[in-house]
């Protein structure tokens, strides 16, 4: 069965210590793996696709990553404007709910940074 | 203007009644989907629709039904809401293909309570 794990479930980090976020998945046949931030009450906001395996991509004090089993979320001395829900997702190229590209999403890391 | 918009972004409402959430997109996507999203169960995946005449059930479907009037428009309704219909509905779209293909785009979300 396709499944997307997220760990933490929360996590809480001073101003400036660094940490990684950690999104196991379990697709057949990986079209994309994507991260996305939440806040309270709103909508996921789009952060990251990945693709492959040893793909990276930055955005500000974030960093995504993948192999081929999980990907991380590292994030570089945060501020407490970062802290928010992480949801990691995973579309497969087999099917899930009846059709490619629909996103299984794990529940999430809640981020809270403290200064 | 925002590129997926929802509407009502609250609403309170009693056992029995019948509701109805809209959807409205700007992005051109021919994917959009429902879901619900309840507090330590993550995003749950209602229906989906691929095109005008294409809709799909998806993991949690009972209690709801949709229509996609228009490419840039797709309603949920309750024909009937229960208590446990209480949650947090969000709209999103998506491309099949293309560079930001699977990228799905969120609305703000609709908070409807069942009394």
């Known amino acids: 069965e396709d499944q997307v794990t997220q760990s933490p479930e929360a996590l809480r980090l001073q101003e400036g210590e660094s940490s990684s976020l950690n999104c196991s998945y379990t697709v057949s046949g990986l079209r994309g793996l994507f991260w996305y931030r939440q806040d309270p009450g709103k909508g996921p906001e789009f952060l990251f696709t990945?693709?492959?395996a040893g793909e990276e991509k930055e955005k500000e004090r974030l960093k995504a990553t993948l192999t081929k089993k999980e990907s991380f979320l590292h994030i570089t001395a945060p501020k407490p404007e970062d802290s928010a829900t992480y949801l990691c997702a995973a579309a497969g190229f087999m099917n899930y709910g009846g059709s490619q590209g629909n996103l299984i999403f794990g529940k999430g890391t809640k981020l809270s940074v403290k200064p | 203007d925002a590129d997926v918009t929802q509407t009502p972004r609250n609403r309170i409402t009693k056992t029995g009644k019948r509701i109805m959430l809209e959807c409205s997109q700007t992005k051109g996507h021919d994917r959009m989907y429902w879901y619900r999203q309840d507090p330590g169960l993550g995003l749950r995946l209602i229906y989906y629709s691929f095109d005008v005449k294409d809709i799909n059930k998806g993991e949690i479907s009972d209690g709801y039904s949709v229509s996609r009037q228009a490419q840039a428009k797709f309603s949920l309704s309750l024909e009937s809401a229960i208590p446990n219909q209480t949650a947090l509905y969000f709209c999103a779209t998506s491309d099949f293909a293309g560079p930001t293909r699977d990228e799905q785009f969120f609305g703000p979300g609709t908070r409807l309570t069942v009394l």
């Open positions: 990945l693709y492959s």
